[in-house]
């Protein structure tokens, strides 16, 4: 799945029970892709392309990089650590967008 169609059914991806309670967003700057700003309130997913809201973190990698994280060929952690991800903000909002992304890739790529 490619960046631009993992973005675009985030929203109906989402797992209201799992985000209950959580309010934090995101900007992905995703070289070679674009730019998606994802926000999470009221159990909810809303994502806007180019989206300019204030967020808790900006999250900036590769679009090849992006796609290896959704497909699960690259460890979110250590595409940090090695430099591949650059994130700016609040990193412990991050770490727990890890956990989304690991869940949302499994289950869009189990619907093929």
């Given at each position: 799945?490619?960046?631009?169609?993992?973005?675009?059914?985030?929203?109906?991806?989402?797992?209201?029970?799992?985000?209950?309670?959580?309010?934090?967003?995101?900007?992905?700057?995703?070289?070679?892709?674009?730019?998606w700003h994802v926000a999470i309130r009221d159990g909810?997913?809303?994502?806007?392309?180019?989206?300019?809201?204030?967020?808790?973190?900006?999250?900036?990698?590769?679009?090849?990089?992006?796609?290896?994280?959704?497909?699960?060929?690259?460890?979110?952690?250590?595409?940090?650590?090695?430099?591949?991800?650059?994130?700016?903000?609040?990193?412990?909002?991050?770490?727990?967008?890890?956990?989304?992304?690991?869940?949302?890739?499994?289950?869009?790529?189990?619907?093929?």
């Open positions: 799945m490619g960046t631009r169609a993992f973005f675009e059914s985030l929203e109906a991806q989402a797992d209201p029970a799992r985000l209950h309670g959580t309010e934090v967003a995101y900007r992905f700057v995703i070289d070679g892709a674009g730019t909810s997913i809303t994502v806007t392309e180019n989206g300019d809201a204030p967020v808790d973190a900006t999250i900036r990698t590769s679009a090849a990089v992006f796609d290896r994280i959704v497909a699960r060929e690259q460890n979110p952690a250590m595409a940090y650590m090695t430099g591949k991800v650059k994130v700016d903000g609040d990193l412990a909002a991050v770490t727990r967008l890890q956990g989304l992304l690991d869940r949302k890739s499994t289950r869009l790529n189990s619907s093929h």
